[in-house]
């Protein structure tokens, strides 16, 4: 069976940022939307963190923003399904994570496959989860990195679109190394999301290529 084949809209793009703290990939995409260099707009920034202080600088960007409280949904689903209630109504092309410290459900990622972006502060397949700065110095690889992804139902395994790599230094500690590591999110991020409104990402089942 052939592989399916997506390739990204090049068209004028409505964004949603999910965040769950300050979101600093969210700052540097829409100060690449403001710049002109990403043919879209940020329509709305929500978090499931009423205290995010994404939300704060979004609303000082005069972005609409949106807290929803998980404790009153029933489960994970229902509120899934709210948060994708809410991206239809503002028919939104793409949802960048950035940040956002919740696993989305399986039906949350078919609702929108290959309309779901994330950055991981490694260069997957390897160490996807959580504090993988400190992972990947206690296995002692070379470099480390960061990967942006379409977001599948597997976490942190979806399709990879762009990756940066950076070196590993002896005396490195977790937070110099995610210091360094986050320098390089903050380029290929909005790099990606440029790319896709620019209708040059195409998707062959797992793998991604950029079309001239």
């Not at 540097?28 to 920034?45: F, M």
């Not at 600088?57 to 994708?84: C, H, M, Q, V, W």
Request: proline fraction near 5%.
């Amino acid at each position: 069976m052939a592989d399916e084949i997506f390739v990204s809209p090049k068209k004028h793009g409505r964004i949603m940022a999910l965040l769950s703290g300050r979101g600093s990939n969210f700052i540097k995409i829409h100060d690449a939307v403001r710049a002109g260099d990403i043919d879209a707009e940020i329509v709305l920034v929500f978090s499931n963190k009423e205290d995010a202080p994404g939300l704060r600088i979004a609303r000082e960007r005069g972005l609409e923003t949106l807290f929803l409280n998980s404790k009153l949904y029933p489960d994970k689903e229902e509120y899934d399904r709210e948060i994708i209630r809410e991206t239809r109504r503002r028919e939104i092309d793409l949802i960048c994570l950035a940040g956002y410290m919740k696993v989305l459900t399986p039906s949350f990622c078919d609702a929108f496959k290959h309309r779901i972006m994330n950055i991981h502060p490694a260069l997957l397949p390897s160490f996807p989860g959580l504090h993988v700065q400190q992972k990947a110095i206690d296995w002692g690889v070379r470099f480390s990195g960061c990967t942006v992804h379409f977001v599948a139902a597997e976490v942190d395994m979806g399709p990879i679109i762009l990756q940066a790599a950076v070196p590993i230094l002896r005396d490195d500690t977790e937070e110099s190394l995610s210091a360094r590591i986050l320098i390089e999110e903050h380029k290929i991020y909005p790099e990606a999301v440029r790319l896709y409104f620019e209708g040059k990402i195409e998707v062959h089942g797992r793998r991604v290529f950029i079309r001239e």
